[in-house]
């Protein structure tokens, strides 16, 4: 977390998403879905894969009509 | 830790991959490479936009922005073999990057951020480089630009090795999105 808060300091999140494996097929992951912060983190514990964090950052915040 | 060489997987690999990642999603499936290419495709929205995308040569992402019309600039330790009239390569260190201030509307990093300053690809190893990264992205994005940014993610910070290609840092950040604000 704290790691993260640093990177990210000064910037603008306008968008993230979490995602983590659902479904294996012959020794691959063939299916991920949308996950909580939550779920992604506890990824590698629950399913021996990490979830995928995806983030958009800007230097300047979207204006209202924007978001 | 033995070096990994500067060498991106061929373009047949690179193709063969794609292939795969398509006929995957025809039915109905997705790998985490198809999530993150996804994700970067989505986000970048416009006309002709000033990409750099950092450390992806092995994949055909970067060429599926030039070909889309964008003007795109590669930089990686290790070559891009991809040629496109809208397509620009830039082989080295991008912390070593001598690009103008506010040269680019976005940046592209998938899965890369957390291999870099570990010592990976051949790169000296850089405590904290990732921070200088964020850094130089301020530099030369325009106001208003965008990064695309995406990487394992993990409860816990920790490092490991993947197949001696580069070190990966997972950044854990439990709690980070609490009270649903990020600037708390």
Known sequence: MERLQRLFEGWFVLDVEF????????GRWVKWRPATMQEAARAYETLGVQGVACFVLSNRPLEWWQR | MEKAPLVPD?????????IARRVLRLCGGRSNWDVEYDFA???????RLRILDIGWCDSLLPLAFAKAGHIVTVYDLRPYPERHRNLTVIQGDFLENQ???????AVV????IEHIGLGGYGAPERADADFEIMRQLRRILVDGGRVILTFPFNERERELFLNLRGGTRWNGCKGYLKGGSFWM
């Open chain 1, 19 to 26: 995602w983590i494996a659902e479904r294996k097929l012959l």
């Open chain 2, 41 to 47: 495709y989505r986000n970048i929205t416009g006309k």
């Open chain 2, 99 to 105: 690009l103008p201030p506010c040269s680019f509307d």
């Open chain 2, 10 to 18: 061929s373009p047949l690999e690179v193709r063969l991959r794609e």
């Open chain 2, 109 to 112: 990093m998938v899965s890369t």
